[in-house]
């Protein structure tokens, strides 16, 4: 199964994001990744949701968001002309022993130390999900206490835009 990314254009209104991801629940289908945020204008949030599927699957769930009440635009992102990002959060224990692996790790990954405390360091890292997901596994073995991660966040490179107002 491949993994998409779609980007959607919605009212900001309430209700909707719960119509979004009721309509992935009511059909079974999973979502690896949700972000909901403002657009440049007002009135309108972009919705970037990940999953897994087939070109079927795909298809049916792009017909299915275009049919729903205050959705204005639906796109699929290309990963080859999209920059995709995640943010992480992760706390990893402070011990004298292991802090110069951490703030190596810290540099190689182009990472920042957001709070240090006598017993915690808290890591900020921003990047597409393989970084991410090899940052946590360089840190595993140090101790990680807690972890955040948002979901991506995606826009088209150059002149692509998924347009509020049509």
Do not use: W
């Not at 990893?92 to 703030?103: A, F, G, P, S």
Request: glycine share 6%; aromatic share 6%.
């Amino acid at each position: 199964m491949d993994q998409y990314v779609i980007g959607v254009i919605v009212a900001n209104v309430s209700g909707v994001l719960s119509r979004v991801s009721g309509m992935f629940t009511r059909r079974g289908f999973n979502i690896d990744s949700l972000t909901v945020g403002e657009t440049e204008s007002s009135g309108f949030s972009r919705i970037t949701i990940a999953f897994h599927g087939d070109e079927d699957i795909k298809e049916r769930i792009l017909q299915q968001l275009q049919k729903l009440h205050d959705v204005r635009e639906v796109e699929v992102l290309d990963s080859k002309d999209t920059v995709i990002r995640e943010l992480l959060l992760i706390k990893v224990r402070n011990k004298t022993e292991i802090r110069q692996d951490i703030m190596t790790a810290v540099e190689i990954f182009r990472s920042k130390i957001v709070d240090y405390s006598p017993t915690a360091l808290v890591c900020e890292l921003t990047g597409e999900t393989s970084k991410i997901d090899a940052f946590i596994q360089l840190l595993k073995p140090y101790g990680i206490m807690e972890m955040c991660r948002t979901g991506i966040v995606a826009i088209e490179r150059g002149e692509n835009c998924l347009k509020t107002v049509k």
